[in-house]
């Protein structure tokens, strides 16, 4: 089996999340065929939340409220992926 070759590309916080949203849109056969670069953009979504003090929690009714360390609040139903490891 022959090995392709790999490329790095950069992209900034606001489009790796836009990125994220249109492969969450498109569903799972799109996450399935780009699995590296999905698992790529959830890692930076991780790490940019933890930098900025991104608190994040499952509320009893569903949703999920995320917190950063300013004090502002966003409550949205999660991603698939949100609720996996949290």
């Known amino acids: ?5 790999t490329y790095t590309i950069t992209v900034n916080a606001y489009e ?5 949203g ?6 799972e056969t799109v996450k399935r065929q780009l699995s ?30 995320m917190t950063d360390k300013d004090g502002n609040r966003i409550t949205r139903p999660p991603s698939s992926w949100e609720i996996e490891n949290n």
């Open 16 to 20: 790796a999340g836009g990125l994220m």
């Open 36 to 65: 590296n670069v999905w698992q790529q953009l959830v890692g930076l979504k991780k790490d940019i939340e933890k930098a900025e003090g991104v608190v994040k929690k499952i509320l009893p009714n569903g949703m999920l409220e």
């Open 22 to 27: 249109m492969m969450e849109q498109e569903g």
């Open 1 to 5: 089996m022959t090995e392709l070759k």
